[in-house]
């Protein structure tokens, strides 16, 4: 199976998950449109559930399957996000924002009594930060909160580089927030509860890709079938 096959295998056991009357939160990314797509399968055939993106795009694809969707100012609690992940450790910790979208992600994933990451296994890891960490900041003041994000990652221990995201036609990629993104290339993240309380408070950083504490479950799909963990039901 190819990885995208697998990536189609793990949205489908997470749609599973998914009951009449849900309140859904929409991941962004590969992972996340497959399972987009199969819920708009499931809808038009008749199923009940109201949704809200983590990005635009998965705004404009869940529309066009004529899914029901909200916002978190009319439906501030959600039932459950299914998302995908760059990096998921055995605590069910993550490295997000791979595509960009961890600002909203985090926000819809804190709004939500359940978040289930989907996956193809190569995303789990023994150890965080092979994956660039996403930092999203603000324009205003770049330079400046560059340099207290090197002293962020220091004091908590880690390094590597920061590198400004730009898009394939090498413009300065922005956020559906507005805001830009530094990958931080760290190789390991040894303490990523004192990383991520070090960078919430560097003025000017909007959010990180760390997620701790938010995922509840996962669906990683390998050559060898399915693996469940966490709470999957
Ligand atoms: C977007 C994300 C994605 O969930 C993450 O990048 C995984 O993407 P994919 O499913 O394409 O591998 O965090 O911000």
Do not use: W
Not at 63 to 90: C, K, Q, R, W, Y
Not at 110 to 136: H, N, T, Y
């Amino acid at each position: 199976m190819s990885p995208d096959d697998l990536k189609k295998l793990a949205a489908a056991r997470a749609l599973e998950m998914v009951r009449p009357g849900m309140r859904l939160g929409l991941g962004t990314g590969s992972t996340a449109k497959h399972f987009v797509a199969l819920l708009g399968q499931r809808v038009a055939h008749g199923l009940d559930v109201v949704c809200v993106a983590t990005s635009e795009a998965t705004q404009a694809q869940a529309t066009a399957l004529n899914i029901t969707m909200s916002t978190l100012d009319e439906t501030p609690e959600l039932d459950l996000t299914v998302d995908g992940a760059d990096e998921i450790d055995h605590d069910l910790r993550l490295i997000k924002g791979g595509g960009a979208a961890h600002l909203r992600e985090k926000i819809v994933a804190a709004a939500s009594a359940r978040m289930i990451v989907i996956a193809d296994d190569s995303k789990l890891v023994s150890q965080l930060g092979q994956f660039p960490l996403p930092i999203e900041v603000v324009p205003f003041g770049l330079a400046a909160t560059r340099r207290a994000v090197e002293a962020a990652i220091i004091d908590a221990g880690a390094s590597g580089e920061l590198v400004l995201r730009r898009r394939p036609d090498g413009a300065v990629l922005v956020t559906d927030g507005g805001h830009y993104l530094l990958d931080a290339h760290l190789g390991r993240i040894d303490l990523p509860d004192r990383l991520a309380t070090l960078l919430n408070a560097v003025p000017g950083v909007v959010e990180h890709g760390l997620f701790l504490g938010l995922a509840t479950g996962a669906v990683l799909a390998g050559a060898d079938g399915i693996r469940l963990m966490g709470e999957v039901d």
